[in-house]
């Protein structure tokens, strides 16, 4: 069998390594420099996104590193890992990674609650699927992930296991394919910035 999920022994990975750099480019890029994640659940994600702060000379804060646990599709994670990160200092984050979208949209109304002006003091760059049509109450910019892409890998992954083709199990250390996806678009307002970047690609 193949699939997406971690028991699976055979199926596409997404680079989050990527996804992250591309994430903290775009925030970077617009005068933001304290940056919070959400959805950074394994350490490599973390040490990933403290490791592409410092490239770009800025400070991460360990605080503003979303650590309550749970799986990404339960609901209100995504609302208490925001206001972990808001709670947890006087100072403030200016930019937010968000990594995945189901997570973005509880946050997105913890954003709004505690009335937070996006994206003049807080930008967010957040993980979409494209063909999604997830609406946001306010711009964000998406770091866009498109799931034929990813269907594509997991049939011609299948194929070859059928023909008895030799098929790589599941490693993070596997490089990236030729598929990549792109990042675009932003919800909002007239006043939305538009960003064309590259996101993440699929590990395979």
Request: charged share 25%; glycine share 10%; with cysteine.
């Amino acid at each position: 069998m193949v699939g997406l999920e971690s028991w699976f022994k055979y199926g596409p990975l997404m680079d989050m390594d990527a996804m992250i750099a591309a994430g903290v480019h775009q925030l970077i890029g617009a005068g933001r420099s304290r940056i919070g994640l959400i959805g950074g659940d394994t350490p490599q994600m973390a040490a990933t996104f403290k490791k592409e702060l410092l490239a770009h000379g800025a400070a991460p804060v360990a605080e503003w590193i979303a650590s309550i646990p749970g799986n990404q599709s339960i609901a209100g994670l995504g609302w208490r890992q925001f206001q972990q990160i808001w709670s947890a200092r006087v100072d403030k984050p200016d930019g937010l990674l968000v990594l995945d979208d189901i997570m973005f949209r509880d946050a997105a109304m913890a954003i709004l609650a505690v009335s937070i002006e996006v994206p003049r003091q807080l930008m967010v760059v957040t993980h979409s699927n494209k063909g999604s049509n997830i609406h946001y109450p306010f711009p964000v910019v998406r770091l866009e992930n498109d799931p034929d892409t990813v269907a594509a890998a997991m049939a011609d992954m299948l194929a070859a296991l059928l023909r008895k083709e030799p098929v790589k199990e599941k490693s993070r250390d596997d490089p990236l394919s030729d598929r990549g996806t792109r990042g675009r678009d932003v919800d909002g307002d007239e006043g939305s910035r538009h960003a064309d970047c590259r996101a993440f690609g699929l590990m395979t």
